[in-house]
């Protein structure tokens, strides 16, 4: 059973690209969450989402950014028109439940870098 | 809303030394604590949590963490530290649900 898969592990774009981060959670796990983390700070939740559903986007912010689970394929985290405050570790999780209080499995992240 | 506080962002030790990681939290509900370990290249892996029950938890390698309400800390220790070791350490809370809290990390460094 591999782990959370994330794609690539390192994404390079120019500013006013777009940037697509892809996650594919472990099997049997339908909830899938997104963290960002910058430069020395913590990892801070951007969105949960369930099978084709955005559960809570509370994290994310509300321009440029969206999120996507469909029912086949993994999850994409979006950025359009992307600056060089976009530049981060992105890390996607995945649980089998709901509750993150039963472990959620993290991916190695993707590490873009806006030029 | 809750928040983690990593008081230290880097720690190095000499091999076989004891170490602790330091952790406060602030909420204004009950918890449940976590740590997450990141070797390097790799992703989060859960190393202890605490939910309920007695307060101090065990990882599988060594470690411990003791919940300390009246503090507000969980700091996570290990009496004897291997080159092993080397790693980010996120400690995270979160008030259930899906919104889990982290700490800006401690990369623990042992020295030979």
Redesign the interface.
Known sequence: NA??M?NPRHLVRRRGQEARLRCSPMKGHS?V?W?RQLP??????MV?LQKENI??E??MPKERFSAEFPKEGPSILRIQQVVRGDSAAY?C?SSQY????T???????TRLTVV | AQS?T?LD?QVPVFEEAPVELRCNYSSSVSV?LFW?VQYP??????LL?Y?SGSTLVESINGFEAEFNKSQTSFHLRKPSVHISDTAEY?C?V?E??????????TRLTVKP
């Open positions: 782990g959370v994330q909830h969450y963290y020395e700070e913590g990892l801070k939740f949960y559960i809570d509370s994290g890390f999780a709901r509750d993150m209080n472990e959620a499995f993290f991916g190695q992240g | 983690v990593q962002s449940y997450y290249n790799q992703g989060l892996q859960l949590k939910l996120f995270a979160s259930g649900g899906n919104d889990m809290r982290f700490g800006a990390g």
